[in-house]
C-alpha cells in the first residue's frame, strides 16, 4: 500500500475515532484496522473497514430527513434540529452529498482513497 496513503487514512482514521458523532461499530472497526496494519489480517481488515464506512456515513438526504423528523427532534432538540436540517440544506445546495460532521468528513476523506486502500 502506498505509504502516504496510509499515512493519510490512518490520520483520519485517528480523526474519526475521536470524533463524538463517531459511532461504536465504526469506532471498533477503526481499531480492527489500526491493529491489522502490516499484519496478514490487514486486507481483510481494510475491506471490513471501508464496508463499515460505506455503512455509517449519512448522505445528506438523510440527514435532512433524521433532523426534521420526531426522532431527530427527540435526540438533538427542537432548536439544534432545526439547525442541523438548514445547515444541511445549505450544503446540499452546495453540492455536498454527505453530512460534514466530523465524522462523516473523516470517513469521507478516507473513502476518496478506498481505491488506492484496497488494493
Known sequence: MDKEVLNYAVEKTHELMNAPSCSSEAKAAAQSWLDAIGTEKEAMETKRYI?????????????IGFAESDAGIHVFGADTAKNIAIHAKEIKSNGAKYCDCPACAAVAAILDKKDILVK
Open 51 to 63: 464496508d463499515e464506512l460505506e455503512a455509517d456515513i449519512m448522505p445528506i438526504d438523510s440527514l
